[in-house]
């Protein structure tokens, strides 16, 4: 991969990269005159490559992760009134997909180290009117599906797994897609398998499936991933491993050096989880004062765009939401914590050779 341009850092790394085999995919879909279509063999064939990833799962494609979040709660039976558990820190159009039904998001607190929720606190978040619960991975933090599965299966509650930002990651050698009830990908423009925009419901459950053809069915298949789309996912499926393979050794590497930075924590991967990197996610270290960490990591987030390093906030998570718009089931402290010190690491350069993280490592090093 060309990562060093003459005018940039080497850290500096366009995205999507130029693969050749792009190109030859999007010339094929155009010869074969299918391209204007949504449903074609190109379709086709990246619902086949999805399903063999993903435990031979039934594969519903559409227009984005955000629309497939959404699909796979109607998909599971949510409607209108019914409750659906999140993390207070998560993709906030993950909210919205709950809002859109008419459905009401119950936020639970993360854990300190990660962005994810543990099963005790779902425990104590589900009520009789929950229906399912939205689980993401994130930032390079696998999280702990299984048992969270095995807490909401316990109640009755149905899982939603958010993969968007995880393609390709695994646990204990399991695909991660393939622990909920229905799970979801993203296909937009700056993720690790990118066709411009696009998503991905997945699920062994006929009725789910059934559901969510039913309510993306509008006299035409109106959310539909196009042809156009689906032809240039293939190509970057076939790489994704070796990718991320690539990813989590720089990714480790970069932590490596700079563990002893004070001002930084990274979070603890479980031994048996091989992550993907949409975003390397780390924090800026406690302090007592909330909104000392706004400034102090927007103060650092200036230093970063001044050497062009591509690092950003975290999501801004729900605790601030009206409790009219949700329901909380603690104080959401960890999350609060999180909206105000999690720092993201953009993917393309995870792609680059070590030498190229060393000279990262030095630039970020410079900003402390
Ligand atoms: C965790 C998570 N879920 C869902 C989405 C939505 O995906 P899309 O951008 O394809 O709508 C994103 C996008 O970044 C995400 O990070």
């Known amino acids: 991969m060309a990562c060093v341009n003459s005018q940039q850092p080497s850290y500096v790394v366009d995205w999507p990269r130029p693969l050749p085999e792009v190109q030859a995919a999007l010339q094929r ?67 919205r997909a709950i809002e859109a039904i008419g459905a009401l998001p119950v936020l639970v607190d993360i854990q300190p180290d990660g962005w994810s929720y543990a099963p005790e606190q779902l425990e104590r978040a589900i009520s009789p009117q929950t229906v399912a619960i939205i689980v993401s991975h994130l930032h390079g933090n696998v999280a702990p599906i299984a048992e969270l599965c095995a807490t909401a299966h316990r109640a009755g509650v149905r899982v939603v ?79 994704l491993a070796l990718d991320n393979q690539i990813r989590h050794a720089r990714a480790n590497y970069l932590r490596s050096l700079l ?68 329901r909380a089931v603690s104080d959401l402290i960890e999350a609060r914590r999180a909206a105000s010190d999690t720092l993201l690491l953009h993917h393309p350069v995870l792609l680059c050779p070590a030498n190229v993280i060393e000279e990262l490592a030095m630039a970020i090093r410079a900003c402390f």
């Open 29 to 95: 879909a155009f010869a074969s005159g299918d391209w204007g279509r949504y449903a074609g063999q190109e379709c086709e064939q990246l619902a086949t490559l999805l399903a063999n990833m993903h435990g031979n799962q039934d594969v519903h494609l559409c227009s984005s992760g955000t629309l497939a979040v959404e699909l796979a709660l109607r998909g599971l039976g949510v409607n209108a009134g019914d409750e659906v558990v999140l993390a207070a820190y998560d993709f906030p159009g993950n909210f």
């Open 259 to 326: 563990i002893d930075v004070a001002a930084i924590r990274f979070s603890s991967l479980p031994d048996n989880s091989l992550p993907s990197y949409y975003k390397f996610g780390f924090r800026l270290n406690a302090d007592p004062q909330q909104s000392e960490m706004t400034t102090a990591r927007q103060q650092l987030l200036n230093r970063f765009d001044e050497r062009k390093i591509p690092i950003g906030a975290g999501f801004r998570g729900f605790v601030q939401r009206s409790r009219r718009r949700c």
């Open 161 to 239: 797994e958010d993969a968007c930002q995880m393609p390709g990651g695994s646990i204990g050698g399991r695909a991660l897609g393939t622990f909920g009830d229905a799970s979801v990908l993203s296909f937009g423009g700056s993720k690790l398998l990118t066709a411009g925009r696009g998503g991905a419901v997945l699920s062994h459950d006929p009725l789910v499936m059934q559901r969510i053809r039913v309510f993306a069915e509008r006299g035409n298949d109106a959310f539909a991933l196009s042809e156009l789309q689906a032809a240039v996912l293939p190509c970057q499926l076939e790489r």
